[in-house]
């Protein structure tokens, strides 16, 4: 079983920058794909970012694109998350999840089987 582990998260004015982390042990990101979730409160949890197991692309939501950057430190069983200019509606608990998922359901929580327990970010100024 993997168990993952987010750290990073802060309270941080708008325009700042944080990087998350999500460490892996009892298993390998290589083996798996990789995604960030976040959930804002009275919000459901809704996609970040992911990567395929089988590739380096990664797939970002809109409301990130172009601000986030999601890497893979294989060497390390990391992975992490790159936000900056971030907005106060970055607002919320960010988890980590691996799975196997196919292009297609990359945005699907269900195909995740492994998450992390969250970590928090705050925007406010």
């Known amino acids: 079983q993997v168990q993952l582990v987010e750290s990073g998260g802060d309270w941080v004015q708008p325009g700042a920058s944080l990087r998350l982390s999500c460490a892996a042990s009892?298993?390998?990101?290589?083996?798996?794909?990789v995604a960030w979730f976040r959930q804002a409160p009275g919000k459901e949890r809704e996609f970040v970012a992911a990567?395929?197991?089988?590739?380096?692309?990664?797939y970002y939501a809109a409301s990130v694109k172009g601000r986030f950057t999601m890497s893979r430190d294989n060497a390390k069983n990391t992975v992490y998350l790159q936000m900056n200019s971030l907005k106060n509606e970055d607002t919320a608990v960010y988890y980590c999840a691996v799975g196997r998922p196919i292009t297609s359901s990359l945005t699907d929580q269900s195909v995740y089987y492994y998450w992390g327990q969250g970590t928090q970010v705050t925007v406010s100024s």
């Open positions: 990567v395929k197991q089988t590739g380096s692309n990664v």
């Open positions: 009892g298993g390998t990101f290589r083996s798996y794909g």
